[in-house]
T-cell receptor, first 113, second 110 residues
Framework: NAGVMQNPRHLVRRRGQEARLRCSPM?????VYWYRQLPEEGLKFMVY????????ESGMPKERFSAEFPKEGPSILRIQQVVRGDSAAYFC???????????FGQGTRLTVV | AQRVTQPEKLLSVFKGAPVELKCNYS??????LFWYVQYSRQRLQLLLR??SRESIKGFTADLNKGETSFHLKKPFAQEEDSAMYYC????????????FGTGTRLTIIP
């Protein structure tokens, strides 16, 4: 089991472009969580998804951000019209069920220039 | 809303000395508490959780509900303990998202 895989590891976008961050959970895991880490801050929860469903998106900015976890394929965090303030490390975690250990990916470092 | 506070951003300790990383939380219910560790160039991984009452790599943490604390301790620091440590809280009762503290960077001085 390769663990939680995130790609790309590093992503550079110009202001106004779109950023797509991918997360492949561990095999058999149907729960996915996205976190954002701004410079000098802790990890902040963004969204929690189960296959094809958004369970909790209370940490997602209301505009420009969206997430999906389709029946087939990885979970995608999409940021439209990126701004400099979106520059951060974005971490994905997956778990087998809601109450079991969450395993983290290595993160995607987004830089907006 | 729940909150996790790690008051020390940086902590340096000599090899062989005791280590204590502080974590305080605020939450009205009975949460589950965790410590995660991130070694250099590696992913975040679970170190221990309070309900399992384990000692991992010599680290222990006791949940003190009276002081709402979950400090991480190790009696004798080793160089390989240098890493970033995050305290995290899970509220439970179907609200299954971890709330993290800002982290403490521990450096063990040889």
């Amino acid at each position: 089991n390769a663990g939680v895989m995130q790609n790309p590891r590093h992503l550079v976008r110009r202001r106004g472009q779109e950023a797509r961050l991918r997360c492949s959970p561990m095999k058999g895991h149907s729960h996915v969580y996205w976190y954002r880490q701004l410079p000098e801050e802790g990890l902040k929860f963004m969204v929690y998804l189960q296959k094809e469903n958004i369970i909790d998106e209370s940490g997602m900015p209301k505009e420009r951000f969206s997430a999906e976890f389709p029946k087939e394929g990885p979970s995608i965090l999409r940021i439209q019209q990126v701004v400099r303030g979106d520059s951060a490390a974005y971490f994905c975690a997956s778990s087998l069920t809601a109450n079991t250990e969450a395993f983290f990916g290595q993160g995607t470092r987004l830089t907006v220039v | 809303a729940q909150r996790v506070t790690q008051p020390e951003k940086l902590l340096s300790v000599f090899k062989g000395a005791p280590v204590e990383l502080k974590c305080n939380y605020s939450y009205s219910g009975s949460p589950e508490l965790f410590w995660y560790v991130q070694y250099s160039r590696q992913r975040l991984q679970l170190l221990l959780r309070h309900i399992s009452r384990e000692s991992i790599k010599g680290f222990t943490a006791d949940l003190n509900k009276g002081e709402t604390s979950f400090h991480l301790k190790k009696p004798f620091a080793q160089e390989e303990d240098s890493a970033m440590y995050y305290c995290a809280l899970l509220p439970g009762f179907g609200n299954e998202k971890l709330t993290f503290g800002t982290g403490t960077r521990l450096t063990i001085i040889p």
